[in-house]
């Protein structure tokens, strides 16, 4: 006989693999042994998939047991599904004790995760964007059943009406998103970890920097240690804003950017070139490299608040030679409180809150919108690629043969040895020399024209991988803002609950759409900054061949 069970709760799946099921619906299970607090069967639709097993009760010979969900592991299972969207009678009941990360199998990890990073990862770390917020690592506070009381049992029940989403790897929980709309960040914040966002002309912007400043990237050189057994190249980095000058290599940027990434979930941190094992020293990769983290330097220190941030201030200010005050600066940094999730703590928003429909609209237009600029940029590159390709090439070689040809006539002219030929010789020769000299200014010009366009949109592919995760946290609180409206119209959850999720999803609005408004500022800025660049590079171009050709035909005025 078939094992069956009943749902005692609707179950709306989320994820690949997963079966919705409704309230006393009958279902067919393929094992009564739960996985990871999880079980496996068909619905009365046919559709086969995993549904928690907190939600359902086991029929026996008509008799019911409601299934204990206790996962194989004890309570000490990872991740566990019960409580990620338990039902409200069972919420209140239980209260688990989090593996850290550390302590999971690597198989419970999915690939993206691996960090090649040459910075080891502090405790309560993933290796990859986010803290794991469910982790008894560093930070101050813990996501749990206990943690969500605020002294009183019909606050306590208000707040087990939200669900957890059950996806335990998906952005919005490993950024601190969730954890924060919950109302489970705490942490102190000092004035100078404020972060304003202000009301401008199109909407919430962050806060200008009082005090803008750019910083030159110059002069790599390939250095040596351990008695030249290791070598490694150093950028020379001077700040307008300090004039002093710092040494730094490749894993330092590295490092910065894996704090920056860590510490600002709704902030687009620009992408440093990539690493590369081979070919490190050789001219053409370095100078590459070079301009890569000179775009990226542009993009940072542009930012309101990643140009403030302590963590890259001290990229940029500790004296290259003080090994101590770099290593105190680094723990330090590696050590902050005030990341993900409680980044948002940190954020002051305008005292009208957003209308969440058009926060929405607006959200769902930019999503549409980097879609489109992505694909773009990916043909535009492919395009001018290719392009480059052949001006380096192809252009250079069918110039160099028409100038060769050119000069085998005249060649064969000069066997006249008539002395009213000479110039004309002269001429069709030159004009031989002038068409070789064309086909190496078209292997030349893709390096002032071309490669700058490949720089910047490899720059913007960056931030565009960016954008899904950082939409997926606003998106994730504005689910739970209508979560939360539905329990109080039910009478799950008293207002003022709900009222304090509008308010962080408000502050995770307004970090997003200054973001959005940023990133369109600069893209705008560099777009018309690169395509005049272009043009004026293309017309010096011409101009320089037309230049060309015109001396070789003043030289036909005296043949």
């Avoid at 179950?11 to 997963?18: A, K, M, Q, T, Y």
């Avoid at 004039?243 to 992408?271: G, T």
């Avoid at 893209?523 to 037309?546: C, E, G, N, P």
Wanted: with cysteine.
């Amino acid at each position: 006989m078939a094992l069956r069970a009943r749902a005692l709760y609707d179950f709306n799946s989320e994820n690949p693999g997963e079966v919705s099921v409704k309230e006393n619906e009958i279902l067919t299970l393929y094992s009564e042994q739960d996985i990871e607090g999880w079980l496996e069967g068909v619905n009365s639709k046919g559709e086969r998939g995993l549904f928690p097993a907190s939600y359902v009760e086991i029929l026996r010979n008509d008799a019911t047991s409601t299934y204990a969900n206790i996962p194989s592991g004890g309570f000490n299972a990872f991740p566990p599904p019960a409580l990620q969207r338990q039902p409200p009678q069972q919420q209140q009941q239980q209260q688990h004790t989090y593996q850290s990360p550390g302590q999971v199998s690597d198989d419970d990890w999915d690939d993206d995760w691996d960090d090649s990073s040459t910075v080891a990862d502090e405790p309560g770390t993933v290796g990859g964007r986010y803290h794991d917020y469910e982790g008894n690592g560093p930070s101050t506070y813990r996501v749990s059943t206990s943690s969500m009381s605020r002294g009183n049992a019909q606050q306590a029940k208000s707040s087990a009406t939200v669900s957890r989403n059950l996806n335990r790897f998906s952005t919005f929980v490993k950024s601190g998103g969730e954890a924060f709309v919950l109302g489970e960040a705490s942490g102190f914040v000092k004035d100078g970890d404020k972060i304003c966002v202000v009301m401008g002309q199109y909407g919430p912007e962050w806060q200008e920097n009082p005090y803008p400043f750019t910083c030159a990237i110059d002069d790599p050189t390939k250095q040596t240690k351990f008695k030249g057994m290791k070598s490694y190249i150093s950028y020379k980095l001077t700040p307008t804003h300090t004039q002093n000058q710092v040494n730094r290599r490749y894993k330092h940027f590295d490092w910065l950017y894996a704090r920056l990434v860590e510490k600002f979930p709704v902030i687009s941190v620009p992408h440093i070139p990539e690493k590369q094992a081979t070919g490190r020293f050789e001219e053409d990769f370095i100078s590459k490299r070079r301009k890569g983290l000179i775009w990226w330097m542009n993009h940072m220190t542009s930012h309101p608040v990643l140009a403030r941030c302590d963590v890259f201030q001290h990229f940029l200010t500790c004296n290259s030679a003080d090994e101590k005050a770099w290593k105190q600066g680094k723990r330090k940094a590696e050590k902050d409180e005030m990341v993900g999730a409680n980044f948002f703590l940190t954020i002051s928003t305008p005292a009208s809150p957003l209308d969440f429909q058009e926060v929405e609209s607006k959200i769902d237009g930019f999503k549409t919108f980097t879609k489109r600029m992505d694909d773009s940029t990916l043909q535009l590159n492919a395009t001018v690629n290719e392009f480059a390709r052949k001006q380096i090439s192809g252009f250079k070689k069918e110039y160099q043969k028409v100038g060769m040809s050119f000069k085998v006539l005249s060649q064969a002219f000069e066997m006249d040895q008539q002395v009213y030929s000479t110039g004309l010789n002269q001429a069709i020769s030159f004009t031989g020399d002038a068409y070789e000299a064309i086909g190496e200014y078209f292997a030349e010009q893709p390096s002032k024209d071309l490669d700058p366009i490949m720089d910047l949109l490899a720059l913007y592919q960056g931030h565009l991988a960016n954008y899904p995760d950082i939409i997926h946290v606003q998106k994730g609180a504005l689910t739970k803002v209508k979560e939360s409206q539905k329990h109080v119209e039910e009478g799950k959850m008293d207002r003022a609950q709900a009222e304090g999720i509008n308010e962080r999803c408000n502050i995770i609005s307004c970090a997003t759409l200054a973001e959005i408004q940023h990133f369109h500022q600069i893209r705008v800025r560099d777009f018309k900054a690169q395509m005049q660049h272009y043009l004026q590079q293309q017309i010096s171009f011409f101009q320089k061949i037309t230049g060309k050709l015109e001396e070789a035909l003043q030289k036909y005025d005296n043949a």
